[in-house]
């Protein structure tokens, strides 16, 4: 698997409203992986080959152009062989700037076809010209001009921009406070949300608690109670459950796999493999 990022930072939208944009591919072999949440949303354009998703149903092929993302546990993806796929990645409430329907009808457990959200005109551009592309300059360029093409207002409420810098920068974790600071009931968040985000104000929380301890690194038992301590949990209990909810896996589990830690550090993601021997 080769995972590598491009740099979106030279062009003023994919600046703005993107939070990553890379390139990720295979060899000859079929290749499954687990996809970590992280409270982003994506869209994913397969150059070559073939995209599944693990479901409750079973294995489902994804459409060339797809959006993906706002799990709130991991997901495990199977790449075909030569497989080759572009995907970049928004915080939810700036992908809604693009969106006629709120987020709350896209799939968290399964990709949403982009035809199910965009032009279909604008669907079929984006993906010949992403296969056209010799280089990173095209491929920015053809994003940035879907971007263009398909913003219908960039008028962000700013209540939903603060609730994210709360919880993602300031580590605000209860959805009380948020309210309170805010100046709007909890069930008017809860609503914002609803409509901006695509998911509750406590699921994008315990996202955020879990992508951030992910991030640690620890050298010894008692380094699970700081890090609890640090995500404002009441006990270690409390992060414990909701880090196996998350990934599958104990906190114990994780960090004293180094393959799996030198994963996530290296491309957010796990390989099957490492990940099977386990929860096996």
């Known amino acids: 698997m080769k995972f590598r990022l ?3 930072k030279t062009k003023p939208l994919s600046a703005k409203y993107l939070t990553d944009v890379y390139d990720l591919s295979n060899g000859n072999k079929e ?6 949440p992280n409270g982003e949303l994506g869209i994913t354009v397969v150059l070559e080959g073939d995209c599944h998703i693990k479901t409750d149903e079973g ?11 706002l799990i709130d546990k991991v997901q495990l993806l199977k790449m075909s062989p030569n497989y080759r796929e572009i995907s970049f990645g928004f915080y939810p409430h700036y992908l809604q700037l693009f969106l006629k329907d709120a987020l709350h009808s896209t799939y968290k457990t399964n990709g949403t076809d982009l ?6 005109e604008e ?22 001009a879907f ?4 913003m219908l207002t960039d008028e962000l409420d700013k209540r939903i921009s603060a609730a994210h810098q709360l919880i993602s920068k300031e580590n ?40 951030k301890a992910l991030d640690f690194q620890i050298t010894s038992e008692e380094s699970l109670t700081q890090i609890a301590y640090h995500l404002k949990y009441f006990d270690q209990a409390h992060f414990s459950n909701d880090f196996k909810s998350a990934t599958g896996i104990t906190p114990k589990q994780y960090f004293i796999d180094n393959q799996l830690s030198s994963d996530f550090s290296d491309f957010q993601h796990w390989r099957y493999d490492s990940f099977e021997n386990i929860i096996r």
């Open 172 to 211: 605000i974790y209860k959805v009380e406070d948020l309210s309170s600071m805010l100046n709007v009931t909890s069930t008017t968040l809860r609503n914002l949300f609803n409509q901006h985000v695509g998911v509750s104000p406590k699921d994008l929380i315990k996202i955020h608690r879990i992508k």
């Open 6 to 8: 491009i740099n979106f």
């Open 31 to 36: 290749f499954i992986y687990c996809c970590v």
């Open 115 to 120: 035809f199910d959200l965009f032009r279909k």
């Open 123 to 144: 669907v079929n551009k984006l993906y010949e010209n992403l296969c056209q592309c010799k280089n990173d300059e095209d491929l920015m360029d053809k994003i940035e």
């Open 59 to 69: 294995w489902q092929k994804q459409s060339k152009v797809h959006l993906y993302g």
């Open 147 to 150: 971007l263009k093409a398909n």
